[in-house]
């Protein structure tokens, strides 16, 4: 491959996520559909395959709303830190064992608080099951439930039983 070509490639992966930030910011997109046409309508085409890696490496999640799922780019930041210490007081007690760490909730918040958790994209949580006043969350591959367990307690800012 000649160094121009590479160039011109990064170039337009670069242009792609750009457009791709400037559409989810603008309107709910709640599938890849969506966006395939919101892009072309941009003058921007990609494929489905595309925009899932895209979408991968944005670290852009899919996230349940009243009005449907749709697509978000934002993570929980520093500014939310407040809130999640609010949120955290509704967890009753935290365990692990080899392959799971269990939070148990007070009833009605399991959601919200394993919905926190997610978007925090913690690189040591692969994912979260949440019912009404538990929830189940475990590690990605090469972290302990410990160290997840660890910076579950530190993202609520407070230690739990």
């Known amino acids: 491959m000649r ?4 160039h011109v490639r990064r170039f337009g992966k670069q242009k792609r996520h750009a457009v ?10 709640g599938s ?9 309508a941009e003058g921007i085409d990609a494929t489905q395959a595309t925009l899932s890696r895209d979408l991968a490496e944005m670290g852009a999640l899919r996230v349940s709303r009243p009005e449907g799922a749709v697509y978000e780019l934002e993570p929980v930041n520093a500014q939310a830190a407040p809130l999640l210490g609010e949120l955290g ?12 760490v269990v939070l148990r909730t007070r009833p009605g918040m399991a959601s919200a608080l394993a919905l926190a958790i997610d978007n925090a994209r913690l690189p040591e949580c692969l994912g979260t099951l949440a019912g009404d006043d538990t929830i189940f969350a475990t590690h990605s591959r090469g972290a302990s439930t410990r160290r997840l367990a660890q910076q579950i307690r530190a993202l609520f800012g407070r230690e739990i039983p």
């Open 89 to 100: 007081e509704n967890i009753l007690w935290l365990a692990e064992n080899e392959a799971l």
């Open 3 to 6: 160094p121009i070509e590479k």
């Open 32 to 40: 890849q559909h969506e966006l395939v046409e919101s892009l072309r």
């Open 20 to 29: 791709i930030k400037k559409v989810l910011r603008a309107k709910a997109i």
